[in-house]
């Protein structure tokens, strides 16, 4: 009996323990290094039961034998794996999909196939190549809808970028920048040629451009512009990894504006001026152009290093410098950065924390750009120097007293040599972001992010007695000013996170923001102390942005999307009545192909159809305190009598107390594609972007303000426009892959509410001239000429325009809007083949439909400038075209002079080879020769048709650049 009893007791017992609960212990590793991984997240399937691996990849539940354990981690696909004992140890593999698909949105991350609004992310990978210096150049040409053109050939020139079309009339339309988490500023120090030269582009690890209000609107007030979000590099691995890279880059100057040379010259005054001017010219044979302008020489080295400490700390830290010389003698860029990263992960995967510091040194010599205009202007009959010049031996022309004649070009090459103009600039932005993951609720987590962002600039400018100067008591100057900005930051917010039964996705975002601005700046000028006036200027202002903020993602079946956001801000610089702006956004998306339809199709992988709507403000660029009655001191020697005493005033400045946000709204529809396993994937968008309340300087009535000129909230502008963009590849076999990358862009812009026009464009010749108008009806910035009249042979009569209303007479009635300067088209094709050890890449791009005014040849080839004011002064060759004789406003606004600048550029060709197992297989490295600028297409006839505002003068001409380079991986 007791046996019986004792084997139905052992029968009861064995199922109770084979299925009772029990601590799994595990570890969870790389299989591709052997490396633990941290993080991880391990949850019982179906439930929310879970935990994270910690630093040394090891975790331990509870869990019944038989019950099926989730491992998941951003970067590895995910495993499940059935608990059959107390011990579990687990590898996750890669998932290179899932890496490119990550996709920086704000304040968190997303993956490509949940994201719902309009966003295009590049990463290194696809980066531009080519000696690269500023950040923004790595994805000119690789985004639909983003047009990106430098400012001119100077090294670290500045770069304008407009996403969708001109968004503000007088505001910035640049987008908002942010960095690893940190938005930039709106404005720069002074000394400093672009706000991103902060940044070695060798650390950037990925840019994504959020370009529709459902994807911006996260970022309120400051992105009604389109946003960029830089990611930096960041510590990966286990074991330290080492990279160098170096380069040596030539820069040739292409062209030169089209000028007569000396004999040329010489013919023209011979056959129009009088014995006096005949008199005046020289013996020599002088190429200006040719002795402002050099070959330019570059250098850039970079080193990082990337790895682990102690198995729980990611790290990554590099060091750069760059020096490269710009084609204009005198001009030098050189910038050295240091970088670390850190994220050690703490509490089992729990506590997460980076930290990011970035630091620069920047030493810019500017070349003297005055020179650049000159050397158009001076007489190419005259040599350099003359012995007998008052002004350091350089050929001057001299009035009666014997200093420069006011009205005569200076010497380009003293205005080169004579002028120093140098400024240092320091930047540090610095962060630090802490992520718990709360333990007793696990699907919250809290995330705190402060920042700084501060920079500080020192520049002089020395210009020595033997400058030529029409001064009587010239004897020098000295100019001096030192700027500093800080801008802090902190962010705090909550990230609530849950998946529901493998169906239901929840991903919620609320938080809070304050990011204030400082600037304090002073300058010193020697000519104002020495004329008796203030030489001191200091200038001091601050602004706050304070915002609160909240995302809704919702998935369900991982079909359908939906995302709502809202974002309140409120701007130090609008009055307390105005200050809050309230900026709301909506979107949906579904993903046809996750439809039981699509399900087995061997063609489409990926197929999404977006919409999406959103609201965002803008008042980048707008100056502190327009909205408050403020007092300038007048000048020290200009003071008012009161009685037998003198006294200073204080003059009230404009304001405008009703000024309001600009609110852009967007409407955005779109298709993400992805076939033959993404061997072909690319998107197309159509978008609606409406902006009101636009801010302009306008004029105002007498005696209502106490200036003629506000800034005013004005009217309303639209963009519409179709992006398309694709990428390819046609063959991938093991030894040879193929890569094409197009997209296309079509935009029409137009002020759809205006009450009063607005002139703009100011240009050279004549006084107060401006050549762009706004408009309503017309494109912001079209360029407002008079209709030229042609003879037989199709050459400009001059001051013979159309009269276009009739009245026998010729005055600004008979202008007519013309054209504008921006692209209606924009395109970008780049490929790639790489075959074995050998890669090759070509990147180009195209603009259609833009014009510009050629100012230098309305201004500057008129014939009786060659022998007017008692000097000679060098022509534009257009003179040999037009044979127009005087400068007028009919001439100088002529619609002749308006032309269609679109054009076709190769902007790079690189060839690569890769030795991959050098010394012993312990080195990588890879050698390299580029040419950048490769050429230009374009019936426009002045130096470059590429001109951001579409006014061509005095332009730093893009050089020719031929780059050899090594980069080292052990």
């Known amino acids: 009996m007791k046996l019986i009893q004792t084997i139905k007791l052992l029968a009861f017992l ?36 879970g935990t994270s691996t910690d630093f040394d990849g090891n975790f331990q539940l509870e869990a019944d034998n038989g019950t099926f354990l989730q491992f998941s981690y951003i970067g590895f696909t995910t495993q499940e794996v059935a608990v059959s004992g107390p011990t579990m140890n687990v590898t996750l593999k890669e998932d290179a999909e899932q890496l490119e698909a990550v996709v920086v949105i704000g304040y968190g991350t997303v993956s490509q196939k949940d994201v ?35 400012g001119g050939g100077a090294p670290g020139e500045g770069q304008n970028i407009v996403i969708r079309g001109q968004g503000s009339l007088s505001l910035s339309s640049n987008p908002l920048y942010v960095v690893d988490g940190i938005p930039l500023a709106d404005s720069d120090v002074g000394g400093s040629r672009n706000p991103l030269n902060f940044i070695n582009p060798n650390d950037i690890e990925s840019m994504t451009v959020l370009k529709d ?107 750069g410098y760059t020096d490269q010389d710009g084609v204009l003698k005198g001009d030098n860029f050189s910038r050295t950065t240091g970088s670390l990263n850190l994220r050690p992960i703490l509490l089992d ?102 920042g700084i962002d501060k920079s500080n600039s020192n520049g002089r400018t020395i210009i020595p007695i033997e400058m030529p100067s029409s001064k ?24 609530y996170t849950k998946d529901i039964n493998d169906i239901h996705s929840i991903n919620a975002v609320a938080g809070y923001s304050y990011q204030s601005f400082e600037f304090d700046n002073d300058s010193y000028n020697s000519e104002e102390e020495e004329a008796g006036n203030d030489f001191i200027f200091i200038d001091k202002w601050e602004s706050v942005l304070l915002s609160y903020f909240g995302r809704l993602n919702y998935s369900f079946d991982d079909r359908y999307l939906f995302t709502a956001t809202l974002r309140a801000d409120a701007s130090s610089k609008l009055n307390p009545d105005d200050r809050w702006g309230y900026f709301p956004s909506f979107a949906f998306a579904w993903n046809i192909n996750n439809e039981q339809f699509l399900e087995d199709s061997k063609v489409i992988n990926n197929l999404k159809f977006r919409i999406g709507y959103g609201e965002i403000g803008n008042v980048s660029g707008l100056g502190d305190y327009l909205y408050l009655t403020r007092y300038t001191q007048s000048q020290s020697n200009a003071n008012y009598q009161l009685g037998d005493g003198y006294y200073q005033t204080y003059r009230p400045e404009a304001y405008n107390e009703n000024l309001r946000w600009e609110v852009g709204n967007t409407l955005n529809a779109g298709i993400d594609f992805g076939l033959f396993d993404n061997r072909i994937s690319g998107s197309v968008n159509a978008y609606i972007k409406k902006t009101n309340d636009l801010i302009s300087r306008v004029t105002v009535d007498p005696f209502t303000n106490f200036s003629n000129a506000i800034d005013k909230n004005i009217g309303d502008m639209e963009n519409r426009g179709i992006e398309f963009e694709i990428n390819a590849t046609p063959v991938q076999t093991e030894d040879f892959t193929w890569n094409i990358g197009y997209n296309i862009s079509i935009n029409d812009n137009e002020l759809t509410n205006l009450p009063d026009e607005v002139e703009v464009g100011g240009i050279n010749g004549g006084t107060g001239n401006n050549i762009q108008l706004h408009k309503e009806g017309y494109a912001p910035y079209s360029f407002w000429v008079y209709k030229q009249v042609y003879d037989e042979q199709n050459r400009p009569i001059e001051g013979a325009v159309v009269d276009r209303n009739g009245d026998n007479q010729i005055n600004n009635e008979d202008r007519y809007l013309y054209k504008d300067p921006f692209a209606d088209i924009i395109m970008g094709f780049n490929t790639s083949v790489n075959y074995k050890n050998w890669d090759l890449s070509v990147a180009t791009r195209a603009n259609l439909g833009n014009y510009a005014y050629n100012n230098m040849a309305s201004s500057k080839s008129y014939g009786l400038r060659a022998s007017e004011n008692s000097i000679l002064t060098n022509l534009h060759t257009d003179h040999f075209d037009t044979g127009f004789r005087t400068l007028t406003e009919v001439n100088l606004q002529s619609d002749y002079y308006v032309q269609d600048a679109s054009f076709f550029k190769v902007d790079n060709i690189t060839l690569g080879y890769t030795l991959n197992d050098f010394i012993n297989g312990d080195l990588r490295m890879r050698l390299y020769g580029s040419v950048q600028n490769v050429l230009t297409i374009t019936d426009y006839d002045g130096l470059d048709p590429e001109i951001y505002g579409g006014i061509d003068n005095n332009f730093y001409p893009r050089p020719r650049s031929f780059v050899f380079g090594v980069n080292l991986d052990f």
């Open 349 to 450: 995967g729990h506590l997460k924390i980076e930290l990011n510091g970035r630091g620069s040194y920047t030493e810019n010599a500017f070349g003297n750009r005055d020179a650049i205009g000159s050397a158009v202007d001076f007489d190419p009959t005259q040599s350099i120097y003359d012995a007998n010049s008052p002004f350091g031996n350089y050929f001057t022309w001299l009035n009666s007293t014997g200093g420069q004649n006011s009205l005569a070009p200076t010497n380009p090459v003293a205005l080169i040599n004579l002028k120093d103009d140098t400024a240092e600039v320091r930047r540090l932005i610095a962060n630090a972001k802490v992520d718990y993951q709360l333990h007793f609720f696990p699907d919250l987590t809290a995330t705190v992010n402060i």
């Open 213 to 319: 209000a459902s994807a911006t609107a996260i970022y309120g007030a400051r992105a009604a512009n389109g946003v960029i979000m830089v990611t930096t590099k960041k510590g990966k691995g286990k074991e330290f990894k080492f990279n160098y890279s170096g380069s040596t880059t030539v820069y040739d100057p292409t062209d030169y504006v089209d000028v007569m040379n000396a004999d040329q010259f010489r013919t023209l005054i011979n056959n129009t001026g009088d014995q006096a001017a005949i008199d005046r010219l020289g013996n020599s044979n002088t190429n200006w152009q040719d002795q402002i302008y050099r070959q330019a020489i570059g250098f850039e080295h970079n080193f990082s290093t990337t790895g682990n400490i102690k198995g729980f700390m990611p790290v990554r830290a590099s060091l």
């Open 14 to 49: 064995i199922p109770l323990g084979a299925f009772s609960q029990q601590v799994v212990n595990g570890t969870v590793t790389d299989a591709g290094t052997g490396s633990p991984i941290p993080g991880v997240n391990v949850v019982i399937k179906g439930t929310t039961q």
């Open 116 to 150: 719902t609004g309009a966003v295009d992310q590049v990463t290194s990978e696809d980066f531009n190549k080519g000696p690269i210096v500023s950040a923004q150049q790595l994805i000119q040409g690789k985004v639909a809808g983003v047009s990106i053109s430098s």
């Open 472 to 495: 009587n008591e010239w004897n020098g100057s000295l100019g001096t000013y030192s700027n500093k900005s800080t801008n802090k930051l902190f962010d705090a917010y909550l990230t």
